[in-house]
Structures are given as structure tokens and as C-alpha cells.
């Protein structure tokens, strides 16, 4: 029969059903919305054990790294460890790591990974912004908050609790969303009124009314500085490449990536100073003054 439309007897029972397949299966655009929701809400998978996203961690530790300056035994606290993405590996390179995060199971994960890798490191649940009194009087060499400050909605009061936990000397590394990732992301599924949002102001609702920020570089460098804090270093993490939910997915996927994997990581490390601002994240490095 010609054309698609069902039989004139059957169509009292299909337009109903077709309604309820649509409703049963979303388009691809709200199922990715979904999972950026999940993701900023505390991650939807194991970081530590994903390829793609084991590749980003590698590019936070080659900066983390720089500034240990092949020292060993480092004071180090990891906020929002998630499973241990940068704990871990940084546990067994001989640093005094510590891990918090609000999730249980996050953290449950996290030193089932440092069991398997054979490193100690201690595990603190809590939020971050209770960071200083479920620490105590602890300092630390490096404090590490990464993919996190974004999804607060006042990102100062955590950035003080966490400059209160660094050594005199000590340094603070963080991540930011950048403006370029929101645009594209949001673009890519077509979220107009989100988008709007974005291209008119640094931070807002979007996603369904989740807050977010998308601060860009001299914004930063002002609020770091309400919160006795100066940005020394800036830097891209995943200029080229995203992964899943990312708008930079679909130019190049690194989820997608085997034995290319390692050339993509390398090509991403040399292009991370150049272009902080077109990044999935933007990588800050601080200091407190």
C-alpha cells in the first residue's frame, strides 16, 4: 500500500499507541539533557574507570604534576573525588592523599580502586563546603576541586573554605565550565531557551532550572580575589575533544577512541594554554594571598 499511514480500521488503535511510544521513548536530545543533569548532580559513571574520562583526569595530573615538580609525599586533599579519578593515581605516586565527597558509594568506589592499585589514601564524606570542620586543623600542600564550583551556586563561600585549608605556601587547582561548552553543548540539541540564558549572563538556571556557571576569565580572577585568592595559570582541559554529552563530542568523540586515545591526550596537552576558553573545562591554578 502507498504511504505510511496504517489502515483506516486500525487507526483508532494506532495514534494512541504511537503516543505512547513517544512518550516511552524520548528523543536523543532530552536523554542527553538527562545525562548532563545526572552528570553535574555528582556523575553518572565511574570515572576512574572510563577510558575517555581517565584521558581528562591525565591531563588535570600533567598540570598537577608540574606543580608537585617531582616532589613526593605532598599534602594533598581531593574535593568531589568521585571514584578517585585523580586520588588514586596521585595516592601512588607517594602522596599523603585525601579524599572527600558528599557520595557514600563515590567514595565506597574510590578505595575499592586504591585497593586495587595497592595505595593507601583516606576517604571523608561530606560536602565541600563543610570541608574546613570535618578536616579540622588540617592544611594541605595542594587542595584539588575540580568539575565541581560550577554547579554551586555561590562557588565564593566553597573557594574560602577551601583557600582556609591551604598551607601558607600551598596552592588551589580548580575547574570551570567555559561559556564556548555550554553554547555548543546546548546548541547541539537545539535548547533555545537555555541558550539564551548562556549568551546573556555568566551563570543562571538551565537544564530544567539546575544552576550553573560559565564564568569567563576576568570574572574569575575577581572572584578569586574576593576569596583572598590570585589565579597564576589558566589552562584548557579537552580543547579538541568531549565525551557523550559534550557539544565538543561531535566534532571528536573520545569515548569513541582505542589505540587513538594516547595521540589525542598528547595533541590535547599541547594546545591546553592556548586555548583555556575553548575547552570543556577551563583549568585554573591559585594561590592565597
Given at each position: 500500500?502507498a504511504g505510511s499511514?496504517?489502515?483506516?480500521a486500525l487507526?483508532?488503535l494506532w ?5 505512547a511510544l513517544a512518550?516511552a521513548?524520548p ?7 538527562q545525562r548532563?543533569?545526572r552528570a553535574?548532580?555528582g556523575?553518572e559513571?565511574?570515572m ?5 574520562e581517565r584521558m581528562?583526569?591525565a591531563?588535570y595530573?600533567?598540570?598537577?604534576r608540574?606543580l608537585?615538580?617531582?616532589?613526593s609525599g605532598?599534602?594533598?586533599?581531593d574535593?568531589?573525588c568521585?571514584?578517585g579519578?585523580?586520588?588514586?593515581p596521585?595516592a601512588a ?5 585525601t579524599?572527600?565527597?558528599l557520595?557514600?558509594?563515590w567514595?565506597?568506589?574510590?578505595r575499592?580502586?586504591?585497593l586495587?592499585q595497592?595505595v593507601?589514601?583516606r576517604t571523608v564524606?561530606g560536602a565541600a ?6 578536616l579540622a586543623a588540617?592544611?594541605f600542600?595542594?587542595v ?5 564550583l ?6 565564593c563561600r566553597?573557594?574560602r573554605v ?5 598551607d601558607d ?5 580548580t575547574s570551570h565550565?567555559?561559556?564556548h561548552?555550554?553554547l555548543l553543548?546546548?546548541?547541539r540539541f537545539?535548547r533555545?531557551d537555555?541558550?539564551a ?8 538556571r ?5 544552576h550553573?556557571?560559565?564564568?569567563e ?17 589558566m589552562?584548557g ?10 557539544g565538543l ?11 587513538d586515545?594516547?595521540?589525542l591526550?598528547?595533541l590535547e596537552?599541547?594546545?591546553?594554554h592556548?586555548y ?5 573545562y ?8
Open positions: 500500500m499511514q496504517p489502515p483506516h487507526q483508532a495514534w494512541p499507541l504511537r503516543s512518550s521513548w528523543r536523543r536530545g532530552d536523554a542527553q539533557m548532563m543533569r553535574a548532580g556523575g559513571g565511574d576512574h574507570a572510563d577510558a575517555a581528562y583526569g591531563l595530573l600533567s598540570h598537577i608540574a608537585a615538580g617531582g616532589r605532598l599534602r594533598i586533599l574535593v568531589g568521585q571514584s579519578r585523580l586520588a588514586v596521585l605516586e607517594g602522596h599523603k592523599v579524599a572527600l565527597d557520595s557514600p558509594d567514595l565506597a568506589l574510590c575499592r580502586h586504591a586495587e595497592g593507601a589514601l564524606e563546603e563543610d570541608a574546613a570542620a570535618l588540617q592544611r600542600d595542594l584539588i576541586c575540580t568539575e565541581l560550577y554547579a554551586l551556586e555561590d562557588p566553597t573557594l577551601l583557600r582556609g585549608l591551604l605556601r600551598g596552592l588551589l587547582v565550565r567555559t561559556r561548552y555550554m553543548t546546548l546548541a537545539q533555545w537555555d541558550l540564558v548562556v549568551a546573556g549572563a555568566e551563570e543562571g538551565v537544564l530544567g532550572g539546575q550553573y556557571g560559565w564564568h576569565a576576568d570574572t574569575l580572577h575577581r572572584m578569586y580575589a574576593r576569596c583572598g585568592l590570585q589565579i597564576e595559570q589552562h582541559i579537552g580543547c579538541l575533544s568531549g565525551v557523550g554529552v559534550d563530542a561531535a566534532v571528536l568523540d573520545a569515548a569513541t577512541l582505542r589505540e586515545l594516547p595521540r591526550q598528547a596537552q599541547a594546545v591546553a592556548r583555556p576558553d575553548a575547552a570543556r577551563r583549568l585554573v591554578i591559585a594561590h592565597p594571598v
